[in-house]
């Protein structure tokens, strides 16, 4: 089902348990944004009001976790995702309903530490003193990369199969496959340092080939969020409250429509909600908001998955 006509090639997927895809080979096919959770603040992932599980990106046939919150592994499985097809994890920052799960899904990734692969993304302070991601796992992945403002990373490797050839040396042979190897598959930067508390928090872009997808990540709004993430064509806004609590460093309602309309994106998805927020009822917010600024927003569920199609509707 597509949203609307401006963005026909997304189709956005009610939450249907064991009914996700889970491409298991180098074929490349479409793109999707999955949902595990979208929870936000200790009150509402401690009753579990909303799953915390953080989201799973399939974007350029690389597979990617980006804040493995509580229950990540559990809906990862439900959802028939194979941590396994993980090529990288990313921590925003090390707050529990962003980490939480960081360390069992390295594990899962590389088979119980049996197969070394993958890239963890975090802040340097996620593994200093009081780490959240433990020793003894950091040997189980191929690399670690601190997040840094201004940075720019890239993930993974893709072998994009070509057509069978004949083999011109032996006609009578069978053909076999060509392919071409194109390394680091995935880029994404850090293009500003989020204010959240005492924390090294971050957001990113994603650049896939159809699009850039921004994701803010917690932060108090600031006027430098709307030129970091300009040009993006979905953006996720983690908008924790209805309205804005001094001493709390989490974009409101109110901050989110601005950042909306600053960066104006295709599409907008509120999503990591507090108490207030679901009181409110994140899918009026929404519906709300799309018909004042005339851009496409909506809120995210618990397992909503968003898919994009591979010939680049973003273009």
Same mark, same amino acid.
């Given at each position: 089902?597509?949203?609307?006509?401006?963005?026909?090639?997304?189709?956005?997927?009610?939450?249907?348990?064991?009914?996700?895809?889970?491409?298991?080979?180098?074929?490349?096919?479409?793109?999707?944004?999955?949902?595990?959770?979208?929870?936000?603040?200790?009150?509402?992932?401690?009753?579990?009001?909303?799953?915390?599980?953080?989201?799973?990106?399939?974007? /350029?046939?690389?597979?990617?976790?980006?804040?493995?919150?509580?229950?990540?592994?559990?809906?990862?499985?439900?959802? /028939?995702?194979?941590?396994?097809? @993980?090529?990288?994890?990313?921590?925003?920052?090390?707050?529990?309903?962003?980490?939480?799960?960081?360390?069992?899904?390295?594990?899962?990734?590389?088979?119980?530490?049996? /197969?070394?692969?993958?890239?963890?993304?975090?802040?340097?302070?996620?593994?200093?003193?009081?780490?959240?991601?433990?020793?003894?796992?950091?040997?189980?992945?191929?690399?670690?990369?601190?997040?840094?403002?201004?940075?720019?990373?890239?993930?993974?490797?893709?072998?994009?199969?070509?057509?069978?050839?004949?083999?011109?040396?032996?006609?009578?042979?069978?053909?076999?496959?060509?392919?071409?190897?194109?390394?680091?598959?995935?880029?994404?930067?850090?293009?500003?340092?989020?204010?959240?508390?005492?924390?090294?928090?971050?957001?990113?872009?994603?650049?896939?080939?159809?699009?850039?997808?921004?994701?803010?990540?917690?932060?108090?709004?600031?006027?430098?969020?709307? *030129?970091?993430?300009?040009?993006?064509?979905?953006?996720?806004?983690?908008?924790?409250?209805?309205?804005?609590?001094?001493?709390? *460093?989490?974009?409101?309602?109110?901050?989110?429509?601005?950042?909306?309309?600053?960066?104006?994106?295709? @599409?907008?998805?509120?999503?990591?909600?507090?108490?207030?927020?679901?009181?409110?009822?994140?899918?009026?917010?929404?519906?709300?908001?799309?018909?004042?600024?005339?851009?496409?927003?909506?809120?995210?569920? *618990?397992?909503?998955?968003?898919?994009?199609?591979?010939?680049?509707?973003?273009?």
């Amino acid at each position: 089902m597509c949203y609307n006509s401006t963005i026909s090639r997304i189709g956005f997927i009610e939450p249907q348990t064991g009914t996700s895809p889970v491409p298991m080979d180098c074929s490349y096919p479409s793109s999707y944004i999955k949902f595990l959770g979208t929870a936000g603040t200790r009150f509402v992932v401690s009753k579990q009001i909303r799953a915390s599980g953080g989201i799973w990106l399939f974007l /350029n046939g690389i597979h990617l976790h980006l804040d493995p919150g509580p229950g990540a592994l559990v809906k990862s499985i439900q959802s /028939n995702l194979n941590p396994q097809d @993980l090529s990288a994890i990313i921590l925003s920052h090390r707050h529990l309903d962003h980490s939480n799960d960081v360390n069992i899904m390295i594990e899962a990734m590389t088979n119980g530490g049996t /197969n070394c692969k993958g890239t963890l993304f975090c802040p340097q302070d996620a593994l200093n003193n009081d780490p959240v991601v433990f020793e003894y796992i950091r040997n189980y992945v191929k690399t670690i990369e601190i997040l840094r403002e201004g940075a720019r990373y890239r993930i993974g490797e893709r072998v994009t199969p070509m057509a069978k050839e004949s083999n011109i040396f032996s006609p009578s042979a069978s053909p076999r496959e060509s392919n071409i190897t194109v390394p680091f598959a995935l880029e994404f930067d850090v293009p500003v340092r989020n204010v959240h508390g005492s924390v090294q928090a971050y957001g990113m872009r994603f650049f896939s080939s159809e699009g850039t997808i921004g994701y803010i990540g917690d932060t108090r709004f600031f006027e430098g969020l709307i *030129d970091a993430y300009k040009r993006v064509e979905i953006l996720i806004v983690n908008a924790v409250v209805e309205h804005q609590m001094p001493g709390v *460093d989490h974009i409101c309602v109110k901050d989110a429509i601005t950042l909306i309309k600053g960066v104006s994106p295709k @599409l907008a998805i509120l999503t990591h909600f507090g108490l207030s927020m679901i009181n409110a009822q994140p899918d009026i917010i929404a519906e709300k908001i799309a018909k004042d600024i005339q851009i496409n927003t909506i809120a995210a569920k *618990d397992g909503m998955e968003i898919q994009i199609e591979k010939d680049g509707w973003l273009r």
